[in-house]
T-cell receptor, first 116, second 109 residues
Framework: GAVVSQHPSWVICKSGTSVKIECRSL??????MFWYRQFPKQSLMLMAT?????????EQGVEKDKFLINHASLTLSTLTVTSAHPEDSSFYIC????????????FGDGTRLSIL | RKEVEQDPGPFNVPEGATVAFNCTYS??????FFWYRQDCRKEPKLLMS???SGNEDGRFTAQLNRASQYISLLIRDSKLSDSATYLC??????????FGKGTRLSVIA
């Protein structure tokens, strides 16, 4: 069964809206979670590393004021896309470190964000 | 140069064919290696880990050559359900996974 739950799976909203995406680890504690973005026919691009109880680490070129990450508990990380615009439309996926070396990361189902 | 490079394909093969994907990585400090499968509009799912001794899981065989920094995936007796994008993934230790761009496979009836 799923070990990482991501919600919502699909969002369509108007330009200027802020959208929050949740990523939950089920039945295990995730001190570190990762947020990725994937544009059509492109590879997964890491946006930021979310650390429980501390500030997220953002990859180069990712605006931390636009993509707000909160990791307030050991089972929940949230990504808020603030004042979203059409160019933010993408597939956003979270993941958490696996609990064994043979399962390096567990991915959520992803969130398809469409900004009109 | 990208840290993980793959031939993007697409590879269009008939059912029953054998197909091989290649991947190279540039960081010699890379510690562990994986193949993930991603279906259209879905999250990546771990297909198999890759070991220097080579490993096999049913119709899938993965190989790692550390000296050449080269990883491969062989799929025998391709099924229609094997159609997907195959991602070569590298782990450098206590850092996020590094994903290749993926190789697209279409198995045709």
């Amino acid at each position: 069964g799923a070990v990482v739950s991501q919600h919502p799976s699909w969002v369509i909203c108007k330009s200027g809206t802020s959208v929050k995406i949740e990523c939950r680890s089920l039945d295990f504690q995730a001190t570190t979670m990762f947020w990725y973005r994937q544009f059509p026919k492109q590879s997964l691009m890491l946006m930021a590393t979310s650390n429980e109880g501390s500030k997220a680490t953002y990859e180069q070129g990712v605006e931390k004021d636009k993509f707000l990450i909160n990791h307030a508990s050991l089972t929940l990380s949230t990504l808020t896309v603030t004042s979203a615009h059409p160019e933010d439309s993408s597939f956003y996926i979270c993941s958490a470190n696996g609990i064994s070396v043979n399962q390096p990361q567990h991915f959520g189902d992803g969130t398809r964000l469409s900004i009109l | 140069r990208k840290e993980v490079e793959q031939d993007p394909g697409p590879f269009n093969v008939p059912e029953g064919a054998t197909v091989a994907f290649n991947c190279t990585y540039s960081n010699s400090a890379s510690q562990s290696f994986f193949w993930y499968r991603q279906d259209c509009r879905k999250e990546p799912k771990l297909l198999m880990s890759v070991y220097s001794s080579g490993n096999e899981d049913g119709r899938f065989t993965a190989q790692l050559n550390r000296a050449s920094q080269y990883i491969s995936l062989l799929i025998r007796d391709s099924k229609l359900s094997d159609s997907a994008t195959y991602l070569c993934v590298v782990n450098r230790g206590n850092t996020p996974l590094v994903f290749g761009k993926g190789t697209r496979l279409s198995v045709i009836a």
